[in-house]
């Protein structure tokens, strides 16, 4: 490009008769609308991949003996889904007709706050992910037994004064626990890894646009 957007933004301005400048502006609206449009039909893509994703989990679950895994998982995603519905409501309620700039400005506080929202239950149901993941597997049938029962019964003959608390080995427990309370730590990191990978993009142009149109307001 010859001249920069820059440029041909002040020329806008300094020149009484100038198109370019509303032409610029209408040009930064259209990409605002564009993005924000793209990132709700993702998030809502994403949503109703989660609800047929756990119902088909839930069912293909009671097929393969681990129902409390897939009632569990269903519970879980069910509540994340109700919720970032309510959230996306307010996504719905920003004035298109607003200028770009503020837009993106009320888009931007939107997304952040969701993403507090969401950061606040990973740090929740990425423990009860794997705790529903365990007590699956557990109390899943295994010929005529639980497979938890299948393993008590072979550490038993390896350790016959094992202390059970609950069906379960102290130290098996202990691990779970140290386990669930690392997720518990880092949900909220894996969570920020996990949205990146989704829309990653689309936070960098975000971020982008308004960098952009900030260095022009100037």
Known sequence: MERSIETIWKEGFLKGDAVIAPKLNNLYNQKSIHLIDKFKRMFKINLNAIVIGAVLFLIISFFIKIPIMGIGFFVI???VVIV???LLKGLD??????????YLLKFDHWMK?????NKKMARVYYPLFFLS???????SNF?????????VDELTIYFSDLFLLFGIPISGLVLIVIV???????GNKIYSWDVNLIYGRVFSKLDEI?????ELRK
């Open 77 to 79: 995603l069910s509540v």
């Open 84 to 86: 970032n519905r309510k």
């Open 93 to 102: 309620r920003i004035d298109k007709s607003d200028n770009s700039y503020h």
């Open 113 to 117: 706050e969701q993403l507090a929202v």
């Open 133 to 139: 993941t365990v007590l699956g597997f557990w109390y």
């Open 143 to 151: 010929r005529g037994k639980t497979l938890g029962e299948k393993v």
């Open 180 to 186: 669930a309370g690392l997720l518990a730590i880092f």
């Open 210 to 214: 308004i960098s952009d149109m900030e």
